[in-house]
């Protein structure tokens, strides 16, 4: 406003005109509070709109308050690891993958402002730096925690599960089991202490840690079977009893072979009770348990160790190069494979393998399970055969 001679008055736009907050929408959110938006000039349709989408979505019970979005990434996934229910093995993964994984890239970013674009670009920055296998693990953890936020009310899509986001897919690698005579040649690689640990594993089908923590009282001599209760493992460095993979217990049969071979064993090498803490180190709990194997320092062994030096040289004396692929998981590998040859259904090998979903141990063995075509060939030629043999009197 400026003042002419005479009196007269004259409005002159100044430079920011036209670029205020000239409307502002009230409304009462679902808690009673009040709360407003502005919208600035010429954007009356715009807040007239916003007004109708506000209510339409009190009505249907989904509305997010705005505000609740502006809490960063990195405060929100630190909050998600603080209350996640774990056990502690688990945990320290997981805060792993996050601080290493996600934090560098959402972190600093307001939750509402996460687009399944950012998803995109960060899946696209990953491929190269992550196995595809380690991208599929950080990227469901993205997923859960944005899943969390949209539960708590936060934001109001999850923008991992948009579809332009495709889900990275670990690649399958195709399981090539190990010959009798390499099981074998292993086994005799390994000082006569530990060799009993390659029938359990190749004979029932157990995994290296719940070889480590099994217990005299586990094997049950009399009806044949090896009840898996617990296994070793190492959470904040430092070695725990805990549960199995997937929190599952199991019950295998025990072939006569491996109940022999582990007699001998006792009988020369007395069990040890070794006492260590269940799942958290720093917790007060003790478990006691006679353990079948135990280093020659009389303690629980512990795998990166066992790997090191008794291992990885076994697999090279037996003429097989020390991968990944050709740990001591390979040995339950060889175990499928012989109990799908002796017919043995998916079902039956998902629960002595400790699978929690039968579905993946077909997708893991399938390629190994007796052709389809060749099933039918010899279950038409067995009837044939019974019909054409001669009756009887």
Avoid at 58 to 83: C, H, I, Q
Wanted: proline content about 6%.
């Amino acid at each position: 406003m400026i003042r002419h001679e005479g009196g007269r008055k004259e409005r002159i736009k100044s430079d920011l005109f036209g670029k205020g907050m000239r409307y502002r929408v009230r409304y009462i959110g679902p808690d009673g509070r009040e709360r407003s938006q502005s919208f600035p000039d010429r954007a009356k349709r715009e807040a007239d709109a916003f007004l109708v989408s506000t209510e339409t979505d009190k009505l249907r019970g989904s509305y997010v308050d705005p505000s609740a979005g502006r809490m960063t990434f990195a405060e929100y996934a630190e909050n998600w690891l603080r209350t996640r229910a774990f056990d502690e093995s688990t945990r320290e993964s997981t805060e792993f993958r996050v601080r290493k994984h996600l934090l560098p890239f959402f972190g600093s970013r307001q939750l509402a402002s996460i687009k399944p674009g950012h998803v995109r670009e960060w899946d696209a920055v990953m491929v190269g730096k992550l196995a595809p296998s380690t991208r599929a693990v950080v990227f469901a953890h993205l997923r859960t925690i944005l899943g969390a936020a949209v539960d708590d009310e936060r934001i109001a899509k999850n923008p991992c599960s948009a579809k332009s986001v495709k889900p990275p897919r670990p690649a399958q690698r195709r399981v090539v089991p190990w010959r009798a005579d390499e099981v074998s040649a292993i086994r005799g690689g390994l000082a006569e202490r530990y060799r009993p640990m390659v029938d359990l594993g190749a004979g029932c089908g157990m995994r290296q840690g719940e070889i480590f923590g099994l217990g005299v009282d586990d094997v049950d001599l009399d009806s044949g079977w090896v009840h898996i209760v617990r296994q070793v493992k190492v959470v904040r460095s430092r070695l725990v009893f805990g549960l199995p993979k997937n929190d599952r217990d199991r019950r295998v049969p025990l072939p006569d072979s491996v109940l022999q071979s582990l007699k001998e064993h006792a009988e020369k090498y007395d069990p040890l009770s070794i006492t260590l803490p269940w799942e958290d180190p720093y917790s007060d709990e003790r478990v006691t348990v006679p353990l079948l194997f135990t280093t020659t320092r009389r303690g629980a062994i512990k795998r990166a160790t066992f790997d090191d030096k008794s291992w990885r040289p076994a697999v090279r004396a037996a003429g097989i190069a020390p991968t990944r692929a050709t740990g001591m998981h390979a040995l339950r590998h060889f175990y499928a494979s012989a109990l799908l040859d002796a017919g043995e259904s998916i079902k039956a090998l998902a629960s002595y393998l400790g699978h929690s979903d039968p579905g993946f141990t077909l997708r893991v063995y399938t390629h190994l399970m007796p052709a389809s075509e060749e099933r039918t060939r010899r279950a038409i030629d067995d009837l044939f055969a019974q019909g054409r043999q001669p009756a009887s009197g």
